[in-house]
């Protein structure tokens, strides 16, 4: 019998009757169905009749038992997923309920849909790299869980100022940066921030990096596309006592000095992308990719 685990946040009462829709639906295909235990009670909180659900609360609490994990939300919401599934090697499958979703690209009209896709097996895996990060001194907030699907960001903090970033691939020096930040992007991620930065956009299955600097007071450094094994070393440096690491959505403070090592992690994420979905179909309806006047005449 499958089994399926669902994560989400707090959502709107406009979604609320998707969510039922979608717990119905893994009823009646008789889906074993598991909720991560804030969500759960968020859900019981505006439909009282919901009840009878096992829960779950991280990532101790998954195995290989589960068939699917499902992300119910935007591409925020999809990024949390990483930290409870991280090595375990269950696909995730995003539902849409918010805006704009490169990872959520399920739409949640298309619940019956995605839900048949998945019992039928008529679906493919995509799966995407993840950054991982090490720390000299170690900062112990990052060792928790110190991985990310979309980027690595070292920002600065409460301060008008630039930070200075040495930068060294495979331990050749490259180059000084001296910007508002850095950005390290996988595909994944490379339609993110990166690309609000100036980045280019980058297929799931390449297997590359890039390296995207935020408002660079260096007029001759632009983004620059790695292979996805380089090793990334970075010594923060400059006036600044503090600056800011985020790793997707999850961010800490790092103290002047610290050196930060970025490497490929030696696991995947396996997404679900179901039939008559692909990343080009996403580019052309979520960016508007091509889209021109001339096209319509």
């Not at 019992?119 to 000299?136: M, P």
């Not at 600065?156 to 040495?166: F, P, Q």
């Not at 692909?278 to 889209?291: A, D, M, V």
Request: glycine share 6%; aromatic share 8%; hydrophobic share 40%.
């Amino acid at each position: 019998m499958l089994k399926v685990a669902i994560y989400g946040q707090k959502y709107t009462t406009d979604s609320n009757e998707f969510i039922l829709h979608l717990l119905q639906e893994l009823k009646t295909h008789q889906i074993t169905v598991f909720i991560e235990k804030k969500f759960y009670k968020y859900i019981q909180k505006l439909n009282p009749s919901v009840k009878g659900y096992p829960i779950f609360k991280g990532y101790k609490d998954l195995d290989e038992t589960f068939g699917f994990f499902l992300s119910v939300g935007g591409d925020g919401t999809f990024l949390d997923c990483i930290t409870y599934v991280r090595d375990k090697n269950i696909p995730i499958l995003g539902i849409n309920i918010g805006r704009l979703g490169f990872l959520a690209n399920v739409k949640k009209t298309e619940i019956n849909k995605a839900i048949k896709g998945l019992v039928n097996k008529d679906y493919s895996i995509i799966e995407r790299t993840l950054l991982q990060v090490h720390t000299n001194p170690e900062i112990k907030k990052l060792s928790k869980i110190n991985i990310a699907l979309n980027e690595v960001t070292i920002v600065r903090k409460n301060t008008t100022a630039m930070i200075t970033l040495e930068t060294f691939l495979d331990e050749e020096f490259l180059a000084k940066y001296w910007a508002d930040g850095l950005i390290f992007s996988t595909p994944t991620g490379s339609t993110g921030y990166s690309l609000s930065c100036g980045g280019p956009v980058i297929t799931p299955s390449a297997k590359n990096l890039v390296i995207t600097p935020i408002a660079p007071h260096n007029l001759n450094v632009r983004p620059l596309i790695i292979a996805d094994n380089t090793k990334i070393k970075l010594h923060l440096i400059g006036r600044e006592k503090e600056a800011l690491i985020s790793l997707d959505s999850r961010i800490t403070t790092i103290p002047k000095n610290t050196t930060i090592h970025i490497t490929k992690a030696d696991f995947t994420i396996k997404t679900v992308l179901l039939k008559d979905v692909s990343f080009l179909k996403t580019l052309r309806n979520k960016l508007l990719w091509g889209e021109d006047v001339r096209n319509k005449e």
